[in-house]
């Protein structure tokens, strides 16, 4: 496992105290908890591109900018993500409902290996950016803008849900050869003394660059 999969597992840590804000603190006016993902959405055979599956080559290292994922409305700036003193990885500004962070000592999205994405389900006011990311896909595209110009376009291989206590780090965030990306929030199962109870993780790779 390389040093970009050990930092990034500490994660977790850093975003478990902000999952299901809004759902708690509003009681009463809760509709519903985010989508989860169907059970058809996970892997059929593994980690790693369906067969078939276009990979494109990676790119070279760029800070990326902006997120897209037309299918679930989602359009975001993103900011990097470090450590904080604990190890854990810092998470966005909750106050802002659309914005995305990436884990800034680790891989850009686009470049060989495994990048990591990850944003907040909702915060006190409401739904955050990913909402609605239990509810992608396989196939679905993502699409992030890059310091550099270019926008590398992800295929969605498989959204998954693991409990907090059996989150698999290396399925996770194991590198790979090719350019790799996780979408990460809160999900999973939903009490109102203790907001969701595991992390939906979305699987990509990259297909195509504009």
Same mark, same amino acid.
């Given at each position: ?18 999952? =299901? !804000?809004? *759902?708690?603190?509003? #009681? ?5 908890? @985010?989508?989860?993902?169907?059970? +058809?959405?996970? $892997? ?35 900011? =990097? !993500?470090? *450590?904080?003193?604990? #190890? ?5 500004? @909750?106050?802002?409902?659309?914005? +995305?962070?990436? $884990? ?42 890059? #310091? ?63």
């Amino acid at each position: 496992m390389d040093r970009t999969a050990l930092k990034a597992r500490a994660w977790l840590a850093g975003i478990a105290a902000l999952c =299901g !804000l809004w *759902l708690v603190h509003n #009681g009463a006016a809760v509709r519903t908890v @985010a989508p989860q993902p169907a059970t +058809a959405e996970a $892997f059929a055979a593994g980690p790693g591109p369906r067969p078939g599956t276009r990979v494109a080559e990676p790119l070279r290292p760029s800070e990326p900018v902006r997120i897209r994922i037309p299918r679930i409305g989602v359009d975001a700036p993103m900011t =990097g !993500l470090g *450590l904080g003193a604990d #190890g854990s990885l810092e998470a966005p500004p @909750a106050r802002d409902r659309n914005l +995305a962070g990436w $884990f800034e000592d680790g891989t850009r999205p686009g470049a060989e290996g495994t990048a990591i994405v990850a944003g907040h389900v909702d915060n006190d006011e409401g739904p955050s950016v990913f909402y609605a990311l239990g509810s992608l896909k396989k196939g679905a595209r993502v699409e992030i803008d890059r #310091g550099d110009g270019r926008t590398a376009v992800f295929s969605v291989d498989a959204v998954e849900v693991y409990d907090k206590d059996d989150f698999p780090d290396d399925r996770v965030y194991d590198a790979t050869r090719h350019a790799s990306l996780r979408l990460i929030t809160c999900g999973g199962g939903f009490t109102r003394e203790t907001g969701y109870q595991g992390n939906v993780v979305a699987y990509a790779h990259l297909t195509e660059v504009r």
